[in-house]
């Protein structure tokens, strides 16, 4: 038997290195290239084939052929040995507590060969007229368990093989009462399912007629966990990973078996499918670390399922990956449509279908009112543990973070301050919401209107009730003191509607600045209290009309976006729009001068 020094000593590190990471010369013994353990544009990772160890300047991740083999395959050090020694030609001893998974593996071959010996029949014709070739059926190593309790069991028992093992693989079930164990596959398609590196570790049944339940997989062992794995990802992983001649690190992820194996059949060979569960953050573990960069959902569900899927979805996934859910246009599932002959409809649903990004942001702005500060403040909590991740290379938060900022009117660089903040928990202040806006000016100006109002609020008939004020903390006073009417509303009147309330606090600051006597002097107040009216009445003018103006520039700029988008016969009739605007804001300017 070899060692672990035997199979070192046979392998170069940066050949098998090589397998997973582009490498280029770095010096003498030295190669480099970007680290398969974290996301980078510029290599950090260096292989030393002369000591055989390899280290990442970036994640700090080292170790020898072993450790990498370990890392980039999730393996325990047994496997990643056996693996390794395989491919050095030579033959280690398994240690305890690894000999398991390899009898459990072994055992599910000796169980494959008996299932496709019996594949000719009934479960082949049916496999033909689902549309399958032979070429894919063997590829995909299809066979078929028998009817009958024990045909399994007999034909183990003649190869010496125990019932503890077959039990152990969950190739067959125990009677509690009796003892006996039996198949526990019987009548049914077996469409045996392995890991990423191509491990057989169970298999998935399918019944010939509507007897239920219609699918059966194999429980979980040492070897099969169910939330782990994906069928047809050993298939998958040479295109995901660029080795193969698509590349590109693009997965379809559908729901059946036939699904994957049709879809394969056609050319789509990113497809694969969970195994009766969502995708779980396991699974985005391993996708991540083989390079998949997106995922297509193409389920068989009409526009609210999918919808549904999306707002479903584990945060992990769409933090790690670009994520679109999309269904065939026939609305058949992807081995029906491809029996029809509509490849073409697949190609177009993926094509389209929903982006996880945009959706998420389109469902929190359905159920908030993007017009107010509540509404931005429970839209941005919604979204914040997609936005979250300042990551450069997660091009889906960057993504959500500028349409939130584009749609919220929010600084991008005030919302980058607030995500990496320890306090990003808790809730927004009007305080916080109206420093991250980026139509701060408008809210300023809003603010130095409320502050004059408060001087003399007999000035509140300047206004006329229409303003769509942008401060959430403005709307609801100036709502409350127009709601007093103009001879009814004071200072101390509109205070008392607020006390208590977080509005208190701003309306007192406002109060303060508003009337800043100082140290004037009892025979001077009168005349300060003139000028002081006197001024605030000329201040609500000025600040209405900037605000006119600013609204009127907001409306210009949209509606030049939308030229960019329009079709040629709208074009003349929105510029004819644009026109009218800025028409209007020079006359509002000249007004200004005027009266200055």
């Known amino acids: 038997m070899g060692t672990k020094e035997d199979v070192r000593s046979r392998l170069n590190i940066a050949e098998v290195i090589g397998e997973y990471v582009s490498l280029t010369p770095a010096g003498k013994g030295r190669m480099k290239g970007l680290c398969p353990f974290h996301k ?37 050090f047994g496997d990643s040995l056996r693996k390794l020694a395989e491919k050095a030609g030579v033959q280690v001893e398994a240690k305890y507590g690894e000999k398991s998974s390899r009898d459990l593996y072994d055992v599910n071959a000796f169980a494959l060969a008996y299932f496709q010996e019996h594949l000719p029949g009934p479960a ?30 007999k034909r183990a028992k003649s190869r010496g093989i125990t019932d503890r093992l077959l039990l152990e693989a969950g190739l067959t079930t125990e009677n509690p009462e009796s003892g006996r164990i039996y198949d526990r596959f019987r009548g049914r398609v077996m469409f045996p399912i392995r890991d990423h590196l191509g491990r057989l570790v169970g298999f998935g049944g399918r019944v010939l007629d509507d007897s239920k339940p219609k ?170 543990p997609r936005m979250q991740n300042l990551d450069p290379l997660d091009e889906g938060a960057e993504q959500m973070r500028t349409i939130a900022c584009h749609t919220l009117g929010i ?25 991250m806006s980026a139509h701060r000016g408008e809210e300023d100006r809003e603010l130095s209107l409320l502050r004059q109002l408060l001087v003399d609020p007999s000035l509140l008939s300047k206004l006329d009730g229409s303003t769509p004020w942008r401060n959430e903390s403005v709307r609801k006073v100036m709502l409350a003191a127009l709601g007093q009417g103009v001879g009814g509303a004071n200072a101390d009147s509109i205070l008392e509607i607020f006390r208590g309330q977080p509005e208190e606090q701003l309306l007192i600051r406002l109060m303060f600045e508003g009337r800043d006597t100082g ?58 729009q644009i026109g009218e605007l800025q028409r209007a804001i020079e006359a509002e300017k000249r007004a200004r001068r005027s009266t200055a």
């Open 40 to 76: 980078e544009k510029s290599p950090s990772f260096q292989v030393d084939t002369e000591q055989g160890y390899y280290y990442c300047f970036g994640c700090k991740a080292g170790g020898d052929i072993f450790s990498f083999v370990q890392q980039t395959e999730n393996l325990s």
């Open 124 to 153: 082949l014709d049916y496999l033909r007229a689902r549309g399958l070739t032979d070429a894919s059926i063997a590829a995909f190593e299809i066979g078929y368990a028998p009817e009958g309790w024990d045909g399994l069991v």
């Open 215 to 384: 699918y059966l997989n194999t429980p979980d062992t040492e070897a099969f966990k169910k939330g782990e794995l994906l069928y047809g990802l050993d298939k998958a992983r040479s295109l995901i990973s660029g080795t193969g001649t698509a590349g590109g690190g693009e997965l379809i992820v559908v729901e059946g078996y036939m699904d994957v194996i049709s879809l394969h059949q056609h050319g789509f060979t990113g497809a694969v499918a969970s195994l009766g569960t969502a995708l779980t953050a396991e699974h985005a573990t391993l996708l991540e670390r083989l390079g998949a960069q997106k995922l297509t959902l193409m389920f068989d569900q009409d526009q609210a399922g999918l919808k549904a899927t999306l707002s479903g979805l584990d945060q992990v996934l769409g933090a790690k990956f670009r994520v679109r859910a999309t269904s065939v246009p026939s609305g058949k599932d992807p081995a029906d449509a491809l029996l029809a002959g509509d490849e073409a409809g697949i190609r177009q649903a993926l094509l389209g279908g929903l982006d996880e990004v945009h959706y998420r942001v389109q469902a929190a702005l359905e159920k908030y009112d993007v017009g107010t500060t509540t509404g931005k403040r429970s839209i941005l909590m919604e979204l914040l």
């Open 411 to 435: 600084k991008p660089e005030a919302l980058l301050e607030w995500i990496g903040s320890k306090a990003k928990r808790r809730t927004l202040t009007d305080t916080h919401m109206a420093g």
């Open 519 to 576: 140290a004037i002097s009892r025979d001077t107040n009168q005349m300060y209290e003139q000028k002081v009216n006197g001024y605030a009445a000329a201040a609500v003018d000025d600040i209405q009309v900037s605000m006119s103006i600013d609204s009127m520039r907001a409306e210009v700029d949209l509606l030049k976006r939308q030229v960019a988008e329009a079709e040629a016969a709208e074009q003349l009739s929105l510029l004819r």
